[in-house]
């Protein structure tokens, strides 16, 4: 049985030339970066190209990436920081961020803010007037993410940071699933802060970064050892960092190309998924990324779904990878004012380069199948 990989916003397989990269520091350059031999400036060097890259892909300076563990601690990081700059004050979050936005921002309460959530259309958009709203003289920080990670739904960040921008309040962007599939420019943006992390475009797993705006003086999170200009303390994973640089200029020079095969699929899925009887595509007409579809089929639970399509060799998802197992629907979808039922059936199916059309063809005809059986069970 062919093994069908259909979970891209969870993980992505290197890209080409990464393991390359990264081999030579998993063997024979052991070289600390801190060192002052050979063997450490060789580390160092290595460090300094994939700053360089990663610094690219959102169009920014070298000195404004920040290299972290993932798009998790680069949330934590960017979110934490308003220690240091206020004692109160209100954080605001958008109801669809994922839990590594939301459980810092919560957090944060502990030590004197107050948190609310931006609200979300029907459609999964926060609409500049929304935000509008809810800004005032107390708003300190403001976290709406880039993309979606499970309807794929994009945000106008740069309508919304430019609210922040007249007051003063900071702005932070989870962009781990925006990166290597839309184009990023951070400057234009309008952006204070923005997280990304490496294995949701071909890098390795384990290595992330926050890029920063080169006029904020954001605290440290980690400190001890002085790496990451005091800023992350910890000595360097080399070989992960040089195959993030690597996986960074593999995207950014794929990216239409990218776009365009996975927006075909994605069209082929989404025409033979309103061909089913009681098929539902979440936010389908919005502004989505390319390779996404979210979507449920009347009468399926996404557990039920999601093990009859591993039976045959397709791994999809029910939203979230960090929100697998859960037996309550998706705070995403809630949030869009979705029912229920409609919601707790959600299953993600996110497309990469490796897919083709014959396997779309393939999941679809399963799916009708499935479809049917259950539709004949129902009426016997």
Known sequence: ????????????ALAP??????????????????????????????IDTARAQVARLVNVQPEQVWFTSGGTESNNQALNGIRHFHSDGHILVSSIEHPAVLQ??????????????IPVDGSGYITPAALSEMLGADSRMVSVMWANNETGVIQDISALSQLTRQKGIIFHTDAVQAAGKLALDFPASGVHLMSLS???????????????????????????????????????????????????DYVRNQLESYQRHCLALRHQLEQGLKSLAGA????????????????SLAGFDADTLLMALDKYGFSVASGSACGTGRQTPSHVLTAMGVEANKALGAVRVSLGLENTAAQISELLAILSRESERFNHLLNR
């Open 198 to 248: 490496a294995h949701k475009f071909g890098g390795p797993k384990g290595i992330g970064a926050l890029i920063v705006d080169n006029q904020l003086d954001w605290p440290g999170y980690v400190l001890g050892g002085g790496q990451e200009n005091d800023k992350r303390s910890g000595t360097e994973n080399v070989a992960a960092i040089a195959g993030f640089g690597v996986a960074a």
């Open 17 to 46: 030339n990464v393991l390359e990269a990264m081999l030579p520091y998993l063997r024979q350059q052991q070289g600390n970066p801190s060192s002052s031999h050979r063997f450490g400036r060789f580390a160092r060097a290595a």
């Open 1 to 12: 049985m062919a093994f069908n990989y259909l979970d891209h916003n969870a993980g992505t």
């Open 104 to 117: 810092p921002a919560y957090d944060l309460q502990r030590y004197g803010f107050q948190m609310a959530e």
């Open 280 to 295: 539902t595509i979440f936010a389908e007409e919005s502004e989505r990324l390319p390779n996404t579809v979210f979507f």
